[in-house]
């Protein structure tokens, strides 16, 4: 199980790293989303988006390998990915290019899950292994 959720982690947090590509500009924003941006106040607040997905990435990539981490990363993804979702689904229609981003999310919320259930039974095979070492008291 401590494998399952490393690689939910690994790949949540891949996904979550490929938009600090649009941090490069305007091209990649549109390689990206498939939108054009021509105001450069809304190319800043893309690129700045990029570098929080980077933050959001990196976290969760590092919170694979690091357990005390996990509760917090997972916590962090699910939001992440149900906001954006929850979002697309009740904004109507979206282009080509934001529906490869939607179904990405959706791999993402599954190994979310995924790893949602791997923790829980880590955790609750560690409280076992507590239960069994400890002698009851009667």
């Not at 699910?78 to 080509?96: K, R």
């Amino acid at each position: 199980m401590r494998y399952v959720l490393m690689v939910a982690l690994v790949v949540v947090g891949i996904i979550h790293l490929l938009p600090l590509a649009g941090v490069a500009g305007p091209e990649r924003l549109l390689a990206l989303y498939g939108v054009e941006l021509s105001d450069p106040d809304l190319v800043l607040l893309m690129r700045h988006r990029a570098v929080l997905f980077g933050i959001l990435g990196g976290f969760l990539v590092l919170s694979a390998f690091v357990p005390a981490l996990q509760p917090s990363a997972l916590m962090m993804g699910f939001t992440s990915v149900a906001s954006f979702l929850g979002l697309a689904l009740t904004g109507g229609p979206v282009s080509p290019a934001i529906a490869r981003i939607v179904a990405a999310d959706w791999v993402a919320l599954g190994a979310l899950v995924v790893g949602f259930v791997a923790y829980a039974c880590l955790r609750q095979g560690a409280r076992g292994a507590v239960r069994q070492v400890t002698p009851d008291r009667a």
